[in-house]
């Protein structure tokens, strides 16, 4: 079995144990763990099985298949699975009573299974993405539009430390964990991109830890049952020195004093309207990377929410604070099909699609409606004599049949037949309504603190000062006098040349004395 999480490389094909999410239709995507046990299950002697309103589907089928597979529906026995059965379809029993043929099909090992008439599913890898359109609701779950956009802003990528405050049901946990992932650490020294995730909650932190290892993210994803608010982000008493932080959290400004370099005095988080510290330590241990500028996004629902949140960034030091609302709507791209013979279904528009149909169905009306009051004429007039008086002469009036819609294929040889599938006019349109609100985000930047010997450094490696052609090396006054003194001598070589050319040209010469 692979070490390496399905979530990050799944491989080509399913295999026995791994997770696999069925997708039963647009909205609804099932995670099984494959089970591939040749005993009965639950009854089944076909093994474990998964029963949808599509059919059921042994366990069996799924494993082996290349990811996205389409998978047919299975005719299972359900006969040893305690139903009752109708009068004389009753098995034989042996002398003390028993069910030979639920003990044998219970004993069995897995048959051949034979597909259905019909119904199906798709086995897809486990991706952030879909896992979240999946997993179990714990809490308020942070969705792909919003994460995506997190993990770009607060620039997550491979080797990075992300802090995690709510861990919830996992969504943007697993999503980090494979912006950050660089590879698995191969001890405690070796530094690797890692997700350092905060859960206040005893239950969802023990059912975070819990797939966290049966999803192989234990080296990637650390999760740690703390109070972020009271007891900070240190691990074991270290630090994490994150460089990218999310906090989703109901009051994301109380954990925003353990984010800063140094220790907030007592007097700006009083400012602020927020406790003291309970950390006593003279040595104040930053969670964050001391030599690198850290962004941090906070996820909150209501807008006083973000007030506060934004009133003690700017007291903390953090800059360049924007709120941004993430409003997603999706675009439905379908092949719009016209036609008078159309069926009534989802996509389609009952209208001619030419000019020859549109005649053609003027035809047919014009047909039935002299057929229908044909009787109901005076019997001096005839129809037919007055169409011939007229000139016209209806082709299919004398057959006695109505004349039929033009068929979707093509009357003119040679010409292409075209698909069902491919039909129509592709077009797209969007949703009607935008999604109802989810968060509102907050970012901002802590820039990174440039200490004296930094600034010496620079100095040494870029001096400043020394410039010659560079703005900010000289006054004002200088660079005024020196664009003085440019367009003076530009003026006097034009002058020189003028000058030249008339010493060498002697009609010009003469010109000017007369």
């Known amino acids: 079995m692979s070490t390496t999480s399905p979530f990050l490389d799944p491989g080509p094909l399913t295999t026995p144990g791994a997770l696999a999410l069925?997708?039963?239709?647009?909205?609804?995507?099932?995670?099984?763990?494959?089970?591939?046990?040749?005993?009965?299950?639950?009854?089944?002697?076909?093994?474990?099985?998964?029963?949808?309103?599509?059919?059921?589907?042994p366990h069996s089928t799924l494993i082996g298949q290349p990811w996205g597979s389409q998978i047919r529906a299975s005719i299972v026995d359900t006969g040893s699975r305690g139903r009752k059965r109708k009068l004389g379809n009753v098995a034989d029993t042996d002398a003390t009573g028993n069910d030979t043929e639920a003990v044998a099909s219970s004993t069995s090992n897995t048959k051949d299974v034979r597909t259905a008439a019909s119904g199906f599913i798709h086995v897809l890898p486990p991706t952030p993405e879909i896992w979240t359109s999946s997993l179990p609701h714990r809490t308020q779950v942070v969705y792909t539009p919003d994460y995506s956009y997190i993990l770009h802003r607060i620039r997550a990528r491979p080797g990075a430390q992300i802090i995690e405050a709510g861990s919830g049901s996992g969504s943007f946990t697993h999503a980090a964990a494979r912006s950050v992932y660089n590879g698995y650490p191969k001890g405690p020294e070796e530094k690797k991109g890692k997700v350092w995730s905060f859960e206040f909650n005893y239950d969802r932190f023990l059912k975070m830890q819990e797939e966290v290892k049966d999803h192989l993210l234990d080296g990637i994803v650390q999760v740690t049952n703390r109070d972020v608010y009271k007891d900070g982000f240190l691990v074991n008493d270290e630090s994490p020195e994150a460089e990218c932080i999310f906090l989703d959290v109901p009051a994301p400004w109380q954990a925003l004093p353990h984010l800063s370099r140094r220790k907030p005095t007592h007097a700006l988080l009083a400012s602020g309207g927020l406790e003291p510290l309970t950390e006593t330590s003279s040595d104040w241990k930053s969670p964050i990377c001391p030599d690198r500028a850290v962004h941090i996004c906070t996820f909150s629902p209501c807008i006083e929410q973000v007030t506060k949140t934004v009133e003690i960034m700017r007291r903390l030091g953090w800059m360049d604070i924007e709120m941004v609302e993430v409003a997603h709507r999706k675009i439905n791209v379908l092949r719009e099909k016209f036609g008078l013979n159309m069926p009534l279904e989802r996509g389609t528009n009952q209208s001619p699609r030419d000019v020859a149909e549109a005649i053609t169905r003027l035809k047919q009306i014009d047909s039935r409606f002299k057929s229908s009051y044909k009787g109901t004429q005076d019997t001096d007039v005839n129809m037919e004599d007055i169409d011939a008086e007229n000139g016209h002469k209806d082709p299919n009036a004398s057959s006695g049949r109505d004349v039929d819609v033009v068929d979707n294929k093509s009357s003119i040889e040679g010409a292409p037949v075209v698909k069902p599938w491919a039909a129509g006019r592709l077009v797209h349109r969007t949703e009607a309504e935008i999604k109802t609100h989810t968060s509102y985000l907050v970012f901002a930047i802590l820039p990174q603190e440039w200490s004296e010997e930094q600034e010496k450094a620079a100095f040494e490696k870029w001096p400043c000062g020394k410039e010659s052609k560079v703005i900010g090396s000289l006054d004002k006054e200088t660079r005024k006098k020196e664009k003085r003194d440019m367009l003076h001598g530009i003026k006097q070589k034009k002058i020189a040349a003028v000058k030249a050319l008339g010493s060498d040209n002697p009609i010009m010469k003469k010109t000017k004395t007369e």
């Open 22 to 57: 069925v997708h039963l239709s647009r909205d609804n995507v099932v995670p099984v763990y494959l089970n591939d046990d040749s005993s009965t299950v639950d009854g089944y002697s076909e093994g474990a099985v998964i029963n949808t309103r599509f059919g059921s589907f």
